[in-house]
């Protein structure tokens, strides 16, 4: 099959996205967004011109068990 997407997890999701919009290049295509299927989980979509698509996920510890 093919590879729809990679995930990354980060523990601070805001400057990540400061970092990929500065250093990657790519652009953000869908604004941090509350799961609605996960728990205190937050992500974000990026895009490279290349095609490549790039998720990145944060968990809100602070509410986990």
């Given amino acids: 099959g093919i590879i729809n997407h ?3 997890e980060s523990s601070d999701i ?3 996205v400061l970092y990929f919009r500065n ?4 652009f953000q ?3 941090i967004t509350k ?5 205190d989980c937050y992500y974000t979509f990026f895009a490279k011109p290349s095609g ?3 998720e990145l996920i944060y ?3 602070k509410y986990q068990l």
């Avoid at 250093?23 to 790519?26: A, C, D, F, L, R």
């Avoid at 799961?35 to 728990?39: D, G, I, V």
């Fill in 29 to 31: 295509t869908v604004p």
């Fill in 59 to 61: 968990f809100d510890k």
């Fill in 23 to 26: 250093n990657i290049k790519s």
């Fill in 14 to 16: 805001e400057k990540t």
């Fill in 52 to 54: 490549e698509v790039i």
């Fill in 6 to 8: 990679l995930c990354y």
């Fill in 35 to 39: 799961a609605s299927t996960l728990k």
